[in-house]
């Protein structure tokens, strides 16, 4: 649940505190009100095309101004969340159902009770541990969930004769390369889709084949840090922080085995993730079924785990309000999105647009699309209300400069993915670099190589997609 902004999980001292996502919103709208005053508004004629509506290239026109007054600076809130309402409902619901999930501890137990077998292995669990972070970003949006294992997994890093940075990544970069390369995310793919007017998390089968390829490189570049220390201890970018804190993790790392419940549990998230796919691909379930499909997984799961039906709902209701801020960013993207509607001028940002990169190939513009998307994560850091500001844009300019929609949408993931890991400005990345004691610059010198990496596989695969698997 890429980037929503939850406080850490931990007693760890916490972070500087950066900008609350609803001000950034906030101020965007601002701009975006301020702007219909600047911008000549105009519009294009838009058609039915396969069942979504497209704009029609050459057709657009100035029309009569409508600027955005003070009152609708305000009122647009409310108007973009009830325009996102469907969206960010859906939200809700997964969320919640998550939480239920949370409470029963059986995925931590279980990644926690596989990395303490696995420490004889020592580099067998880089694989492994990054393997199922990784698995649980791309299907069900794991993100936020994942800060407790940094806490855990740094001092085992660090009794395998690795370091901080190791223990760290095998968490941070797993997860990143999940969202980067999702399959049936349903935070960021679900809304992304669902605004680019494309069956829901269709075009599983190539994003299947992405994500292990994404996930081979992280691996790799993780491993080969890991490697490196263990054969030199004094190439560790923590060797100074490490040193002391080595003599402290001895017996600071505890779980609790997985019970039988607990083990029926992750059975019930598998079979849930089973029948989802099934839903998607041949029944063409959306937000509605798919819903259902996810409360259902929470009863159940809290039944199994002996909640009760009261318990069960306080724990959906957990998850609902730890997603409060994700979901409502959706709204406050929305409500610029209505504004520059109403006032006839997010055509005329797209037309400027158009006549920017009418000189680029189309598959250039693709690129550029990443490009825009990965520098809009540094400002946007929520996942679903970048995809929500974004994809009301990105989909008719696709139209426009003959990119698909389902490449534009893996536009959106990339950009999304890649510098969730890298930006300064997530507060989820400070949290989680406060708890495994690395501070940011360390973390930099560490993470770029494999940035540039991500962004260039990314840039092959956005080309390959647009030319050969979902031309336009």
């Not at 199922?132 to 949006?141: C, I, N, P, Q």
């Not at 990169?357 to 970048?386: C, K």
């Not at 092959?460 to 647009?466: D, G, I, K, M, S």
Request: with cysteine.
């Amino acid at each position: 649940m890429s980037s929503t902004l939850r406080a850490p999980l931990t007693g760890e001292a916490a972070p500087r505190r950066g900008i609350h996502p609803f001000v950034i919103l906030f101020g965007v709208l601002a701009v975006a009100v301020l702007s219909t005053w600047l911008l000549s508004p105009g519009e294009y004629d838009r058609t039915e095309m396969d069942g979504r509506e497209v704009v029609v290239e050459g057709t657009y026109q100035e029309v009569a101004a409508e600027p955005a007054g003070v009152l609708d600076l305000f009122s647009a809130v409310h108007r973009g969340m009830v325009e996102a309402a469907e969206i960010i409902f859906f939200v809700f619901v997964v969320g919640g159902a998550f939480g239920v999930l949370s409470r029963t501890r059986a995925v931590e137990n279980g990644i926690t009770g596989l990395a303490m077998r696995m420490q004889r292995s020592r580099l067998l669990l880089i694989p492994v541990v990054m393997t199922a972070f990784a698995l649980a970003a791309a299907t069900f949006g794991m993100f936020e969930e994942g800060l407790p294992f940094v806490l855990l997994l740094t001092p085992v890093a660090l009794k395998l004769g690795f370091d901080s940075i190791t223990g760290a990544a095998m968490v941070l970069v797993g997860l990143s390369c999940g969202f980067t390369a999702a399959i049936t995310n349903p935070f960021t793919i679900g809304v992304a889709q669902s605004i680019a007017q494309v069956p829901l998390f269709s075009g599983m089968g190539p994003r299947i084949g992405m994500f292990v390829v994404y996930l081979v490189v992280g691996i790799a570049y993780v491993y080969w840090y890991a490697l490196r220390v263990r054969r030199d201890p004094s190439r560790s970018l923590t060797r100074e922080q490490d040193a002391a804190r080595r003599e402290e993790v001895d017996g600071e790392t505890v779980h609790e085995p997985l019970d039988v419940r607990q083990k029926v549990v992750l059975g019930v998230l598998l079979l849930t993730m089973a029948v989802l796919i099934w839903g998607v691909t041949q029944l063409g379930w959306f937000m509605t079924e798919i819903s259902a499909l996810f409360l259902a997984m929470a009863l159940i799961m809290g039944l199994v785990t002996r909640m009760g039906i009261r318990g069960s709902f306080e724990a959906f209701a957990d998850g609902c309000r730890d997603l409060v801020v994700g979901a409502l960013c959706i709204g406050f993207a929305y409500a610029t999105v209505v504004v520059l509607t109403d006032a006839a001028v997010i055509d005329t940002i797209l037309y400027g647009i158009t006549s920017a990169v009418s000189g680029l190939s189309s598959a250039g513009a693709a690129l550029g699309m990443l490009g825009v998307q990965g520098l809009l994560n540094f400002i946007i850091t929520s996942g679903s209300g970048q995809a929500a500001l974004s994809m009301p844009l990105m989909s008719p300019l696709a139209d426009l400069v003959g990119v698909s929609q389902q490449t534009a949408v893996l536009a959106f993931q990339f950009g999304d993915g890649i510098t969730n890991i890298f930006a300064p400005t997530s507060g989820l990345l400070l949290a989680a670099l406060a708890m495994a004691r690395i501070g940011y610059g360390t973390w930099f010198r560490f993470i770029w190589p494999l940035i540039l990496i991500q962004f260039a596989v990314g840039a092959v695969f956005l080309t390959v997609a647009h030319l050969w698997i979902w031309p336009a």
